[in-house]
């Protein structure tokens, strides 16, 4: 016996252990095997963002399973590969356990999060619609800076370097263009700052999942607070 033999790990149980056959995902989600919409639809129900954007259904869950599976609404943007997960305070959020029929769960939850495509194709339109003067870009900014340093002192930033444009596509003055332009910074890092011994440094990438879901949500509720304003 090695050492190896010794060592026992935990089990978890998780509904997508075993394979499924072709046959078997036919039958529990056609649609993804479907060449085009359901001819009982019409083009009305076909949803589309400006900005190289489509909306996501976002699928999160632990690693070893011991927590639920969480479905989310999200926006990907195409054009950095980048996506905008929305707070759970403006769309509902669907939890599904790891027990009975999960996969059925799942799938249904997915469902429900689609069904919220349209209303927020809606939010975006309000979004694009808010244009921002120049110190209101920066309070933005700034506020924003306020979610990832919650203490000023620590940030070593001036918020106008969370508007710097990196690509074309990024041009514009709408609180949606602002929001993408300051959630990239915030989230992929890379802007200079000064750190706490006076050191110039690069403001790193956000690397946990659960930080970076966080701050998107508060950078959506900010941008909501906004358009209400």
């Given at each position: 016996m090695n050492a190896r033999d010794e060592?026992?790990?935990?089990s978890y149980a998780n509904a997508?252990?075993?394979g499924l056959t072709l046959e078997a995902?036919?039958?529990?989600?056609?649609?993804?095997?479907?060449?085009?919409?359901?001819?009982?639809?019409?083009?009305?129900?076909?949803?589309?963002?400006?900005?190289?954007?489509?909306p996501e259904v976002v699928l999160l869950?632990?690693?070893?399973?011991?927590?639920?599976?969480?479905?989310?609404?999200?926006?990907?943007r195409l054009v950095c590969s980048n996506g905008l997960i929305v707070s759970r305070g403006a769309f509902p959020?669907?939890?599904?356990?790891?027990?009975?029929?999960?996969?059925?769960?799942?799938?249904?939850s997915a469902l429900k999060v689609s069904e919220q495509f349209e209303r927020l194709a809606a939010q975006v339109e309000r979004m694009e619609a808010r244009r921002l003067t120049r110190d209101e870009q920066v309070h933005f900014a700034e506020r924003a800076i306020a979610l990832r340093f919650p203490d000023p002192t620590r940030s070593g930033m001036h918020?106008?370097?969370?508007l710097t444009v990196r690509r074309?596509?990024?041009?514009g003055d709408d609180l949606y263009t602002i929001t993408n332009r300051v959630q990239e910074h915030l989230c992929r890092g890379g802007a200079n700052r000064r750190a706490a011994d006076g050191r110039l440094t690069?403001?790193?990438?956000?690397?946990?999942?659960k930080r970076e879901i966080e701050l998107n949500s508060q950078l959506w509720d900010l941008a909501t607070e906004v358009i209400a304003a």
């Open positions: 060592i026992s790990f935990p997508f252990d075993q995902l036919r039958g529990r989600v056609p649609a993804v095997f479907a060449s085009g919409a359901d001819e009982r639809l019409s083009d009305m129900e076909t949803v589309q963002l400006r900005g190289y954007s489509l869950n632990s690693h070893d399973g011991t927590s639920r599976y969480e479905l989310r609404l999200g926006i990907f959020a669907y939890c599904v356990a790891h027990r009975g029929k999960v996969v059925d769960e799942v799938v249904a918020p106008s370097q969370l074309p596509e990024d041009l690069r403001m790193r990438r956000i690397t946990s999942i």
